[in-house]
């Protein structure tokens, strides 16, 4: 069955620090895949999205995203990190049945240290 | 261009209630999507619906919920008799086709229930 692991429950960074949030799927194509974000309390903001091509992606708010497809990955990354930042990420992955399905991850949350 | 747009944001509702989530897609939008968000954990899909049409709904608990999206009007995610454990983010998601493509779903802040 097709899911998403993101092996971090929850991470914390200091400002101005880089940032890497794992993802993992399973799923026997190339899938689509996504990365959101949620503050607290809102509904969710797509960061960037992979559907096919170049395997690094770029995204709103200075993030991006590098699909590997040997390692079934598609880490977040981000240079340096702003207090704004803190926030729960999730990782999703499109699958096609008849229609494209998305499957979530269970959610990273981002805490960030002044 | 507004977004999806849900409400109420908060609802509470005594157990045996029933609550009714509404939810209005971008316009143009034909494709709802419903998901379900618990404490501590990441969203579960629920339902996938078309105009007038249920095309998925493997992720509904068996009894109790039920979920509309007439010609006319929002999407409706209904829960009859509700129990504490149907405490939870409802988020709902819309999108111009059937595929993930472009911009994926677009989603709207969520209603949050709780069951007193």
């Known amino acids: 069955a097709q899911s998403v692991t993101q092996p971090d429950i929850h991470i914390t960074v200091s400002e101005g620090a880089s940032l890497e949030l794992r993802c993992n799927y399973s799923y026997g194509a190339t899938p689509y895949l996504f990365w959101y974000v949620q503050s607290p309390g809102q509904g969710l903001q797509l960061l960037l999205k992979?559907?096919?091509?170049?395997?690094l992606v770029q995204g709103i708010k200075g993030f991006e995203a590098e699909f590997k497809r040997s390692q079934s990955s598609f880490n977040l990354r981000k240079p340096s990190v702003h207090w704004s930042d803190a926030a729960e990420y999730f990782c999703a992955v499109g699958v096609k049945t008849s229609y494209d399905k998305v499957i979530f991850g269970p959610g990273t949350s981002l805490s960030v240290i002044p | 261009n507004a977004g999806v747009m849900q409400n109420p944001r908060h609802l509470v509702r005594r157990r045996g209630q029933e609550a009714r989530l509404r939810c209005s897609p971008v316009?143009?939008?034909?494709?709802v999507y419903w998901y379900r968000q618990l404490p501590e954990e990441g969203l579960k899909f629920m339902v996938y619906?078309?105009?007038?049409?249920?095309?998925?709904e493997s992720g509904m608990p068996k009894e109790r919920f039920s979920a509309e999206f007439p010609k006319e009007g929002p999407s409706i995610l209904r829960i009859q008799q509700v129990v504490r454990g149907d405490s939870a983010a409802y988020f709902c998601a819309s999108s111009p086709k059937n595929t993930a493509g472009n911009d994926g779903y677009t989603f709207g802040s969520g209603t949050r229930l709780t069951v007193v």
């Open positions: 992979y559907f096919s091509g170049d395997t």
């Open positions: 619906l078309q105009k007038e049409n249920i095309i998925d």
């Open positions: 316009k143009g939008h034909s494709h």
